[in-house]
């Protein structure tokens, strides 16, 4: 815990120092993250102890001046591809967190279409033209948006449709994804540097990040860390567990939490079989609230075989989060954490602290 946390500060001090060196760009619109009422407290001197000291980051509070992108701006994409940006006028987001970062960052106003799992911020991205699923895209659709960026991550596809856009001269930037705590920042560092913001970019991970060591802070308090099994639920038809190698496993143990369904072996995402619920025993069940309504809520969920007699079952312990809030590893993902600690410290309460 500790190096890793230290290594984190050390990220975060980084990041304040490179956007320090900017100093004289300090144009930024408000970003639709909601500004701490505290700037978060990540950025000690290097040899203080963490969340120790509250040092002052006034020059990164936003102003209402507008941002003007540099460009054109250089990418290296997730393949090792560079990427040359010429114009963001027209951006076509391809995944709901790059379109979340993209508003976070001032820049919403140029996005030109949005994919369905973009839902967040809820009022622009629903009136914004929708080019269906990340995973099935179509190239005539997105293409006839006159886009003069497609950007996303990884998660985007087919490939076939994103060569087609490439190949109609249309720059496509897509950046990595990794299911670990410092997506968010890897992921917004990149849109910033696509958008020619670089320095609004460091500014916003770098407020991220500071909200995500504070609840690391926070979830180091815990007296034990409660069992936790995430389920991802589309009614009856898909039941499914989610183990390493998974955001949800970043956030849960990031979170002070035990992920269940990791420490009964599973890899990835699985199917639920009663055997996973024996075996892991969780203190309390994680869902998308989507999910849990396709099952028809709680009672429907401990319908699930096996799910009623363990100890989360029998308290109805059942937490649900906002999909792109809980799993998007966006602008939101050190607030999310926040509330999975919160409601992490109420289950081990609950069920007799240490
Ligand atoms: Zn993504």
Redesign the pocket.
């Known amino acids: 815990m500790w190096p890793k946390l230290v290594k984190l500060l050390t990220f975060a001090l980084v990041l304040v120092l490179l956007s320090a060196c900017g100093a004289g760009s300090t144009a930024t619109v408000p970003t639709a993250v909601p500004e701490p009422t505290a700037i978060p407290t990540a950025i000690p001197a290097p040899t203080a102890a963490p969340a120790s000291t509250t040092a002052p980051v006034a020059e990164s509070a936003p102003t209402s001046a507008m941002l003007t992108p540099v460009l054109p701006a250089t990418v290296t994409d997730y393949q090792g591809e560079t990427v040359v940006v010429e114009s963001v006028d027209r951006i076509v987001s391809l ?1 709901g ?1 790059i379109t979340e970062i993209i508003f976070a960052l001032g820049m919403g106003d140029y996005v030109v279409g949005v994919d369905s799992s973009a839902t967040y911020p809820a009022e622009k991205t629903k009136a914004l033209p929708n080019i269906g699923y990340q995973r099935r895209l179509n190239a005539e659709g997105i293409l006839a948006l006159n886009p003069t960026l497609v950007i996303g ?1 990884e ?1 985007a596809g087919p490939p076939e449709a994103l060569a087609q856009i490439r190949s109609a001269g249309v720059p496509v930037a897509l950046v990595a ?1 990794p299911p670990t705590m410092e997506a968010p920042m890897q992921k917004i560092l990149f849109v910033a540097r696509a958008l020619g913001i670089p320095e609004r970019g460091y500014e916003l991970a770098g407020q991220v990040e500071a909200e995500i060591v504070r609840a690391r802070a926070d979830a180091v308090t815990l007296p034990r860390p409660p069992r936790v099994l995430f389920l991802y639920l589309r009614g009856t038809d898909v039941q499914q567990v989610a183990g390493a190698n998974t955001a949800i496993d970043a956030m849960i143990t990031a979170a002070g939490g035990v992920n269940a369904a990791t420490e009964a072996g599973i890899v990835n995402y699985a199917p639920l079989s009663a055997e996973v619920v024996i075996a892991a025993q969780p203190d309390v069940i994680l869902v998308l609230t989507k999910g849990l309504e396709s099952v028809g809520g709680v009672d429907g969920l401990l319908q699930i075989p096996g799910l009623a007699d363990t100890p989360a079952g029998q308290q109805r312990r059942v937490l649900d989060f906002d999909d792109l809030y809980l799993l ?2 966006g602008p939101r993902t050190g607030q999310a954490l926040a509330d999975l600690v919160a409601a992490f410290k109420d289950t081990v309460a609950q069920t007799g602290g240490s």
């Open positions: 995944t967190d991550d998660a994804d998007g590893m």
